[in-house]
């Protein structure tokens, strides 16, 4: 390896690795998500710059076989780390943690020989990671309302996944060109490159969640106390917008309209979609269309479900008619945000019978 391009992939770890220092001296590896699967990452990209590196296979196998497996596992990192970003109700799962270690063992297979069908498993499993990760970016984009993170959908997930991709392909038509010149050097190259966009484009992005005061990125709501988001009143055009809003939304029951999207509901009120986004982030605190509208919906519903007069209607009759399509996502957001099956809510609420519910019992808020 020629000195320039050891420079070249040193300085790529060290940045990244700085980047790592600096979450876990902020501490904002405790408080945020998309801080741990971005350090996760970048430990990723470094171990991959130190992987590919030629000689690597030189050294002893007690060191190899963890920075073999950082390396190959990275494009489930990149998975998850996309669905944390574009996501806010965002959480891992059981069949993430499955994915890392499926690539993790083939991974560790490999540092013990190179099988044909182990190479092109982990290869054609990466690459549908990766497609994952690049879905977790775009599918959400029409009803993202954080402008910022709704620009950067299509650049990240083409870009990240071109790179990415480029390389698992490359070894494939190129079998070891990874570690031989001219590739290797390009290569170097390239991972600097890449490295110092990743960084600018999270320094860019912190930045801007600073300036407008998003909430949290792992999706909770902004912290009750003595410092609450600060939201400037709407004045002029802006709050005769609101008030149209809301009163489409309230008395017009607009909500209970199947397939009901930003664009729809921006030419009901006559306004530019921009305007309608901007709206209903700033001023309402929604990051997600799709939250905004189910918020009215399960406000539908639980007011139908504690009201003695409807104990006889089918919960699904409820969720269909308040503009729920089926009854999966319906039970997915009610019990996100109550805590509670629909049914129990329903039988905690009618607990008691006459014309005031009775309190939710702490037993079965817990439950």
């Not at 790592?20 to 590896?29: A, F, M, P, S």
């Not at 574009?86 to 994915?99: K, Q, S």
């Not at 083409?158 to 190129?174: D, E, K, P």
């Not at 009143?233 to 017009?252: C, D, I, N, S």
Request: proline letters at 6%.
């Amino acid at each position: 390896m020629s000195t320039l391009e050891a420079a070249l992939r040193g300085g790529a770890v060290a940045v990244l690795l700085l980047f790592v220092l600096l979450l876990v001296r902020d501490r904002d590896l405790r408080t945020s998500r998309l801080s741990r699967y971005t350090a996760l990452l970048f430990l990723g990209i470094a171990a991959f710059a130190v992987d590919s590196a030629p000689g690597f296979e030189a050294v002893d196998l007690r060191l190899r076989i963890p920075i073999h497996i950082a390396d190959n596992a990275t494009p489930v990192v990149f998975w998850i780390m996309a669905a944390a970003l574009f996501n806010d109700e965002f959480r891992a799962r059981w069949y993430h943690a499955l994915a890392w270690l499926w690539l993790a063992a083939l991974a560790w297979r490999e540092t013990y020989g190179w099988p044909p069908a182990v190479v092109a498993a982990r290869e054609v499993s990466s690459l549908l990671f990766v497609l994952f990760g690049v879905w977790q970016a775009l599918a959400g984009r029409a009803g993202d309302l954080v402008e910022w993170r709704r620009q950067i959908r299509v650049e990240f997930a083409v870009g990240t996944a071109l790179y990415i991709a480029l390389l698992i392909v490359s070894q494939r038509i190129w079998p070891g060109s990874l570690v031989r010149p001219p590739f290797s050097l390009v290569n170097a190259i390239g991972l600097l490159a890449f490295v110092f966009l990743f960084a600018w484009l999270r320094l860019s992005l912190l930045f801007k969640q600073t300036l407008a005061l998003a909430p949290a990125q792992d999706g909770s709501a902004p912290p009750a106390g003595p410092e609450p988001r600060q939201v400037p009143a709407a004045t002029g055009q802006e709050a005769v917008l609101l008030e149209a809003l809301r009163k489409l939304m309230e008395e017009g029951r607009a909500y209970r309209e199947e397939g009901l999207g930003i664009t729809s509901l921006s030419q009901s009120l006559g306004v530019q979609e921009y305007r309608l986004r901007r709206l209903i982030n700033g001023q309402l605190g929604h990051r997600n269309f799709s939250a905004f509208v189910n918020g009215y919906r399960l406000a539908e519903v639980e007011a139908a479900l504690a009201d003695p007069g409807q104990a006889e209607v089918p919960i699904l009759t409820i969720a269909l008619d308040a503009g729920f399509g089926s009854i999966g996502p319906f039970n997915r957001a009610f019990k996100a945000h109550t805590g509670l099956t629909p049914t129990e809510y329903r039988r905690a609420r009618l607990h008691v019978e006459g014309a005031v519910p009775s309190p939710i019992p702490e037993s079965a808020s817990r439950s």
